[in-house]
């Protein structure tokens, strides 16, 4: 009795946590369900924004072709009407469905290239502003190409005169050397003149002192 009490309590614990775990997930497959049905609608809204702005792109391309052809029927020539009309008119309709298609992703690429262009920084700006911008640049190029050209022969023209006055200054070091040269020999021939001086007047005191010396012996 107390085995078969023992497995039925077994049992009944086994039963109740497999039915936790049916509801456990239960509750996360109605969860995903859930998420799972919002993006499903968030791609129906999606979906049906992207048709409206087909829509529209393919009345404002139906619009302008309409005006171009009111504008300049030249552009589209004339239509000759012939008993086949009806293949002509398939072929038309063809070549209409690929024009408006056409048009479609051009216009869509426009679109798409101003909306990436409204993004950059300088959006608001208006072109005139460019415009006054690249008109003042222009002139200022040609100035400072000019400038530069102007810079290099000032350059070349003071290297040359560095290298002339290098040249002056080595010529000036020589010219002080003779200089120096010269007055050392002026003072030597000022020395020998002075001795001369010197010469003379102790031959004249000889003189005298010889004269004198043989009136006193007189």
């Known amino acids: 009795m107390f085995r078969q009490n023992h497995q039925t309590r077994e049992r009944k614990g086994r039963q109740c946590c497999m039915h936790e775990k049916i509801s456990d997930l239960n509750n996360f497959l109605i969860l995903k369900c859930d998420y799972q049905t919002n993006e499903i609608g968030n791609i129906a809204t999606q979906n049906h924004e992207l048709r409206n702005k087909f829509k529209i792109l393919t009345d404002q391309s139906a619009d302008m072709e309409n005006q171009i052809r009111i504008s300049r029927p030249s552009l589209f020539g004339k239509v000759r009407y012939t008993k ?3 293949s002509k008119v398939s072929s038309e309709q063809k070549n209409s469905t690929k024009k408006q298609l056409r048009d479609n992703r051009r216009l869509i690429q426009y679109y798409s290239n101003k909306n990436s262009l409204r993004e950059l920084p300088f959006s608001s700006v208006r072109n005139s502003a460019f415009m006054n911008f690249f008109d003042q640049a222009a002139p200022m190029k040609v100035e400072l190409k000019q400038a530069n050209i102007q810079l290099r022969k000032n350059k070349s023209v003071v290297s040359a005169k560095s290298e002339l006055l ?12 003779k200089l120096v040269k010269s007055q050392n020999q ?3 021939t000022e020395q020998l003149k002075e001795c001369l001086d010197k010469i003379t007047k102790l031959e004249k005191e000889k003189e005298d002192n010889a004269a004198c010396t043989k009136k006193y012996q007189i």
Not at 168 to 177: D, G, S, V, W
């Open 84 to 86: 086949s009309t009806s």
């Open 186 to 188: 002026l003072d030597s």
């Open 166 to 177: 290098k040249s002056a200054q080595e010529t000036i070091r020589t010219l002080t050397c």
